[in-house]
């Protein structure tokens, strides 16, 4: 019953392309001493019972008190050891999502986590803090930016005792700082009265919004920018154009560009890498290319042409349409965040944190 619930809500909002995009998002239900989560690398759109992995909260819970490493590869390696640990024994195939810690830390029944640029526009913009302060007052939890895995639930769950002390209620809503959002609620009615409270609130504050509708088409000169970066890439890759009026907005010049130069959530990071590369003309491309790679390590997932929108690389025609799906999705946010004091993006530190994470590294691979 439970979980059929889990399951019904978990499409519900799985579906919704304003909520989750990609992998993204993940949700839990718990029954007698069991969490079931979500998956790593399952959708939330099509996932069914079988995609939940059952894990003993009581073990997760002795997490959160024990004494790991302090070295960042080190503390979320044994991390990752005791939570695989947390699996029910029928489990041993499968891995549950890489945010499971947050999920078993709340005492309620169901447990929602999202994504969504508009609720990201207030996350990622620079007085998201005080604004979430003063509309939501104790209905809400606000969470600093931090490193995400265990340093995060650890951070979390003190922060959740001390709301409880103060204000006599467990945390139903948590906003995490250049992340998305937790929402908790024995009934999943009550799931969703809280997400459309969330949601229509800040809807009702926005100044701003983005433009997607249809400005250049693909022609010759896409083609032979998408024959190029294939080129680039490496073989079997795939590239996708964006030319909508936001995208040929933002590439306008690189100062127009500047909200989305550095990436403003995890996601971000793991589909469309941590930077775009921004290039002046198609002769410019090779060399702002191979200059990219040098700089960084890697090959840039997506290219910003001047006055054009932007392209989507990657080694497969999904990976591709997902970066794209991504990017437009930071275009969002940056434009949200104008009505919330303007963007703030994630630290460099941070980014690099996320950049070197096994796990991360481990759901973009999966999706
Ligand atoms: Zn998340």
Redesign the pocket.
Known sequence: MVVDTLVHFSNKYGSDSELVLAGGGNTSAKENGILYVKGSGTSLSDITADGFVKMDIQKLMVMLDKKYPSGDSEREAAALHDLMAARLPSESMKRPSV?TLLHAIFPQRYVL?L?PALINGLTCGADGKNIADTLFKDDILWIDICKPGYILANICNKKMKEYKARTGKDVSVMLLQN??VFIADDTEGGLSEKLDFVMSTLRSLLTEHPDFSPCLSENAETDKFKAALVSLYGENSFAVYCGNKEAVKFSSSLNDADELLKPFTPDHIVYCKANPLFVESFDALRDGFEGYKTKYGYPPKIVMVKGMGFFAVGESEKKAETARLLFIDAMKIAVYSRSFGGRLPMTDGLTDFIINWEVESYRSKQN
């Open positions: 945010e986590h994504h992340h998305g």
